[in-house]
């Protein structure tokens, strides 16, 4: 169908809804004659983003996802789909665990990202930036080198951090420990792991 006009007797064929049509005809006109998408996405909003993502990592706490972290990150390989924002934090409640499949999955998103700023009509691309344009693809590639610069600073805080649940569990096997050695020192040890 190259070089023909998409138009709607065109498309009757197809038993379409007419909104259908509508927009299958308005994507043919966002089209140049090269097949190359001309509308641009809009920018990830970078400042936000890693704002989000430094309170996660700062405050050892997934509640600071904003929904602008979340659409992010969600879509980068290594991360697992999730009904929607509060299954993705009930997942990663454990920050570390987070941290490490943001470790896993930075560096091909990066790698990606810099692909698609190189994708230009210089070099002879038929859909530079990969189809989402210049300002997308700039502010992906600039938020992608932004959590990788966060967790370089923040990743051994992150990971060497205990919860208190791992507090607890130490106590509780420091307290087998003794029970098991002086079987006598029950009430005492047992008081200490309720007062704790």
Do not use: W
Request: aromatic fraction near 8%.
């Amino acid at each position: 169908m190259a070089g023909k006009q998409i138009t709607n007797s065109s498309l009757n064929i197809l038993k379409l809804p007419a909104y259908i049509k509508l927009y299958l005809i308005q994507l043919a006109d966002t089209r140049g004659g090269s097949g190359q998408n001309i509308m641009e996405m809009k920018p990830r909003k970078t400042a936000s983003i890693l704002r989000s993502i430094e309170r996660i990592l700062k405050h050892n706490d997934m509640n600071h996802l904003t929904k602008d972290a979340y659409d992010f990150v969600n879509i980068m390989g290594g991360f697992i789909a999730h009904y929607d924002i509060n299954g993705f934090i009930a997942h990663y409640s454990d920050v570390r665990d987070f941290v490490k499949d943001l470790q896993d999955s930075i560096p091909a998103e990066i790698s990606m990202r810099d692909r698609d700023l190189n994708e230009t009509p210089e070099r002879g691309y038929s859909k530079p930036y990969n189809g989402y344009g210049l300002v997308y693809c700039q502010s992906a590639y600039n938020t992608a080198k932004g959590i990788k610069t966060l967790l370089e600073k923040y990743t051994d805080t992150v990971l060497n951090n205990t919860t208190l649940d791992d507090n607890r569990l130490a106590l509780l096997s420091e307290i087998t420990k003794r029970v098991q050695a002086d079987p006598r020192g029950n009430a005492d040890l047992l008081k200490a792991l309720f007062t704790n």
